[in-house]
């Protein structure tokens, strides 16, 4: 925007409108500033209190739930490792196979229209409803909390996701690719696993990675489905800890000791979370510049 | 006034496009021996001069370009270009692709300033006005040209709404005078009375044709000093185009018009005065008619014969 | 994300050792033939017969999982919704336990029995999701109120001020790098830092400036009929109430806002700036006319915005103050249909848990809705490259 200098033949209105552009403007830059400040603000303070409070005890140490002596989050640590690892059993073959389906397979229109419109419907479920249905299918009729139940619903969660990514990126394979292994023979299966899919691993992979980072964020779908443990367990037959739900208990307590493991817990999580993020994208765009 | 002025109107239209063209003697000179002494020079980034057929009478002057020259970061699109543009007729911009008609005519309207790294150098004035001196207002500048794009770009609004805009961002609410321009820029657009029954409905349901001629009657609504069309017909089918092109022909008795077209046979239909550019560069400028049946240089000759470019 | 266009050929499975018509060469079937072959496909090898199988039995499983959300959910909810039926939905008062009360009259005298005692009623727990809904509404609205302007302004910046490489491009990965920062670091945040914030810095300043003028009154103070007459008095502002919910729900929803306006915005042709520019538009008029084009796409952004906030849990649940309870000021304590669920439902009894169970299938129906109406517009308006008329 060219700015002008005063020019003396200008109607009122077109003063006006001049005023109102420049101070729209001023306001736009203002408000993502404010954005920025926003989250920045935020993401410094979780830091820097996480910073204070976080010590060797944090990892090495299981919850006491005394008020004083908190004691660390080990189990936690170790409880979303094995709960994303069981999940992702399950739900990674599951959700890739449904990406190959919606992707490979244009002659069942029919069905993978709705297939595909199902996937987005169940992406847009509130994670606190999937914890509830967790409950009903996998707590009631086996008597309790359990790790199962928990990966269940992450898997839930983790499915739709998958799947869609996966068939996004599927898509972009060229056809020739496909052309010319058919031509040579080869079977739909020997094409797709040998060809089509090994080309677009990278993205695949980061797709699930993906969704990985998000189950492991999640709170809600474990409250009533894994439920709460103190004990270092890889166990999932009984009620299962994960570093969620530790960081969510410990920060409902009064006590500051108690407060102070959250914010170490949240400090842990959100680094995690960042670095896995960044991680993720670097290795997206470098597979994307080098189609293997 | 000038001997622009018999350019058209002397000849029947039915006659124009067979006579513009000269008939091909390929015996008299063999295409070697043909220097082209000005595209050379220019090839060779050396000092040229273009040919000019005459000059225009300042006082007839609506856009008066001198040694004006445009770089995009790095690279040279305009060096150096002199231009007069006569007030009420129709002049042309032709020359091959890359030639820098389209950047020229951008330039009048200071719309490669959107364009990030642009730099120029040389003046231009659009009736006496400087435009890109310092302190100049190019919200102003844009109110007294108008311009017509390559692809019809009608407003998701109606096509009242379309044609009133350019008086509504000027603050004009009264509806009378609303209404009364609208029709006086949809008759001088040739559109009024396909669409006087539905002025409210979306433009977005007009043809293409039918689109174009709304942008022009927006371009026109408030009597800008200079009309700028940028390619218009080439998005169009070859009815639409026609019809654009009388259109053309008509509004000039108004408006004076700069057209960049790189159909060669429509320049010779629509314009009183045509320029020829190359590389950046004017190579030569004068009444269409001269330029086409007498140019004073081979290579115009040639460019408009189809022989090069 | 929308399907995209290119769709890879359509593979037959090769007879095995036998070139079939089908097999190769066949790329595309003609648009007005069926594939001739599918009706006599032979079985393929018995790896692509394994493939077909589990590709089509996952197909099958995601809709099974649809289904089982919706069969699970609403047997579950059976007994409250025959209970309950609609009424369920405008039922003002949430009470888990059993209530005894002395009887009146209906003159409202306490009716006393043959040996002077009070007569005393037993009324059941009564379960109405009213507050809850309200609850959900007023915060997402709120939240979207204070969201909205500021994405929609910073999507503005960063399509049209900012220059492209050296700020938009980091600025927007900023913020979408921090859209995918878990629901419960903006919580424990929430907590920690803007609970106190609104309790000792955002509640008195609002009372000290406002208290006064009657025209705000309902902010600040409130009416309680108690023992039959009307008591007024003024709300504690602790900080644990629906602003400062609705607050973290628009600080989460900021980023998705902002992303999506944005890509909405960039996806508007340059020539319809141009042109406002060319009729010697001002950069805010010529905005203007950007936000009108791009409109179906922006409200699609906002639809989505909505749909996070509705659907949100663990933030809101952490600061809203889990009260049940419809009131005036959002300056009190109240509840959403997700920290309703994330609170009561580990503790619940048998005739609670089926109504809890039905709040969540209206929270799911909700949400359901709300992202379908989002994508629809979001979609709708990328490919066709213009807004509606």
């Not at chain 1, 779908?221 to 894994?226: E, G, H, K, S, V």
């Not at chain 3, 700036?273 to 699609?300: H, K, N, P, V």
Request: net charge positive; proline share 6%; glycine share 8%.
């Amino acid at each position: 925007m060219i700015i002008t200098t005063a020019l003396i033949h200008r109607t009122p209105y077109q003063r006006f409108t001049r005023a109102t552009s420049a101070v729209m403007a001023c306001i736009c830059v203002a408000f993502a500033a404010m954005i920025l400040a926003i989250l920045a603000m935020v993401v410094v303070y979780l830091f820097t209190r996480g910073f204070n409070a976080v010590s060797l005890d944090f990892f090495t140490k299981l919850p006491t739930g005394d008020q004083t002596n908190p004691g660390g989050m080990l189990n936690g640590l170790v409880g979303t490792g094995v709960l994303i690892a069981l999940a992702s059993a399950f739900g990674i073959p599951f959700g890739v196979l449904a990406g190959i389906y919606l992707s490979e397979y244009p002659d069942d229109r029919w069905f993978t229209g709705p297939v595909r419109f199902i996937c987005d419907v169940l992406a847009g479920v509130p994670s606190i409803v999937v914890g509830i249905l967790g409950y009903e299918l996998l707590v009631v009729p086996l008597g309790g909390y359990s790790g199962w139940a928990g990966a269940g619903a992450l898997a839930f969660i983790m499915i739709p996701i998958v799947a869609r990514t996966t068939e996004e990126m599927l898509r972009l394979v060229p056809r020739a690719y496909r052309e010319g292994s058919l031509a040579l023979g080869a079977t739909k299966a020997q094409t797709i696993f040998r060809v089509v899919l090994p080309s677009a691993t990278g993205s695949v992979i980061t797709g699930i990675l993906l969704a990985l980072a998000r189950i492991a964020g999640e709170t809600a779908p474990l409250l009533f489905t894994a439920g709460y443990s103190r004990l270092l367990t890889t166990n999932p037959n009984e009620p299962f800890p994960s570093l969620t739900i530790q960081i969510y208990q410990a920060s409902q307590n009064a006590s500051p000791a108690q407060q102070n493991l959250a914010w170490a817990g949240m400090l842990v999580l959100v680094t995690c979370f960042l670095i896995l993020s960044a991680a993720i994208r670097f290795v997206a765009s470098r597979s994307i510049r080098t189609p293997s | 006034m000038t001997s622009l002025d018999t350019n058209k109107a002397s000849m029947p239209p039915s006659q124009s496009n067979q006579v513009l063209l000269r008939p091909i003697d390929m015996t008299e000179r063999a295409p070697q021996a043909r220097r082209y002494e000005v595209i050379e020079a220019i090839r060779a980034n050396r000092e040229h001069t273009p040919s000019i057929h005459q000059i225009v009478d300042p006082k007839d002057s609506v856009l008066s370009i001198r040694g004006f020259s445009l770089w995009y970061s790095k690279s040279q699109a305009l060096h150096k270009v002199s231009l007069e543009i006569a007030r009420g007729r129709v002049t042309a911009l032709i020359g091959p692709s890359g030639c820098g008609k389209s950047t020229l005519l951008r330039s009048v309207n200071r719309l490669n300033d959107l364009i990030d790294g642009v730099r120029v150098d040389g003046s231009m004035n659009v009736s006496g006005q400087s435009v890109y001196g310092p302190g100049v207002d190019v919200i102003d500048l844009r109110k007294r040209v108008g311009m017509v794009f390559q692809k019809p770009n009608p407003f998701p609004t109606s096509i009242f709404e379309n044609v009133v805009y350019r008086l509504r961002i000027d603050g004009v609410r009264s509806r009378s005078t609303l209404r009364d321009a609208c029709e006086s820029a949809l008759r001088s657009a040739a559109l009024w009375d396909e669409v006087k029954d539905r002025l409210d409905q979306s433009a977005m349901g007009l043809s293409g044709g039918q689109q174009q001629r709304l942008c022009i009657a927006r371009a026109i609504v408030a009597d800008p000093a200079l009309l700028l069309l940028d390619e218009p017909c080439s998005a169009l089918d070859p009815i639409a185009t026609l019809r654009i092109e009388e259109l053309i022909r008509e509004i000039s008795r108004r408006y004076t018009v700069l057209i960049v077209t790189h159909n060669m046979q429509q320049a010779a239909r629509v314009s009183d005065a045509t320029a020829f550019m190359y590389l950046g560069r004017l190579v030569e400028y004068g009444p269409t008619r001269a330029i086409f049946q007498v140019p004073k240089l081979p290579e115009t000759e040639d460019y408009v014969s189809g022989r090069f470019g | 994300m929308s399907p995209s266009e290119s769709n890879p050929i359509p593979m037959t499975s090769k007879g095995s050792g036998e070139a079939t018509a089908q097999s190769v060469g066949a790329i595309q079937p003609q648009p007005h033939q069926r594939n001739p072959s599918s009706k006599q496909r032979r079985k393929g090898p018995l790896s692509d017969q394994i493939l077909d199988f589990a590709a089509r039995a996952s197909g099958v499983g995601i809709v099974l999982l649809l289904v089982a959300l919706l069969v699970v959910l609403t047997n579950a909810a059976w007994p409250s919704i025959k209970a309950n039926g609609f009424g369920f939905l405008t039922g003002t008062t949430w009470r888990v336990n059993e209530l005894e009360r002395p009887q009146r009259d209906s003159a409202g005298k306490i009716v006393y029995d043959a040996n002077d005692e009070m007569v005393m009623i037993i009324e059941p727990a009564v379960y109405g999701a009213a507050p809850v809904i309200y609850g959900t509404v007023i915060s997402s609205t709120i939240a979207l109120v204070l969201a909205v302007p500021l994405s929609l302004g910073a999507a503005l910046f960063l399509v049209r001020i900012a220059p492209r490489w050296r700020v938009a491009a980091p600025v927007a990965f900023f913020i979408e790098f921090l859209a995918a920062i878990p629901s419960l670091a903006y919580g424990v945040w929430g907590i920690f830092v803007l609970v106190p914030f609104m309790g000792k810095v955002v509640g008195p300043a609002a009372k000290a400036s406002l208290g006064e003028i009657p025209l705000f009154d309902w902010l600040f103070f409130r009416t309680l009929n108690v023992g039959g007459q009307n008591t007024r008095y003024e709300i504690t502002i602790n900080g644990w109430n629906m602003l400062t919910g609705a607050t973290v729900l628009a600080i989460m929803i900021l980023p998705i806002i902002t992303a999506i306006s944005r890509d909405v915005l960039r996806a508007v042709p340059r020539q319809q700036i141009e042109a406002t520019l060319a009729l010697g538009a001002t950069w805010w008029q010529s905005s203007w006319m950007m936000l009108r084009y791009a409109r179906a796409g922006l409200f699609g952004a906002i639809i989505l915005g909505l749909a996070r906030a509705a659907g949100e849990t663990m933030a809101v649940t952490m600061v809203i103050g889990n009260k049940n309870q419809i009131v005036a000021s959002f300056f009190e304590p109240a509840q959403t249909m997700a920290s309703l669920l994330a609170t009561e439902f580990a503790e619940a009894k048998p005739d609670q848990r089926s109504s809890l169970l039905h709040v969540a299938l209206v929270l799911l129906i909700i949400s359901l809705g709300i992202n379908i109406l989002a994508r629809w517009l979001v979609v709708g308006s990328a490919s066709k490259g213009s807004a509606g008329h």
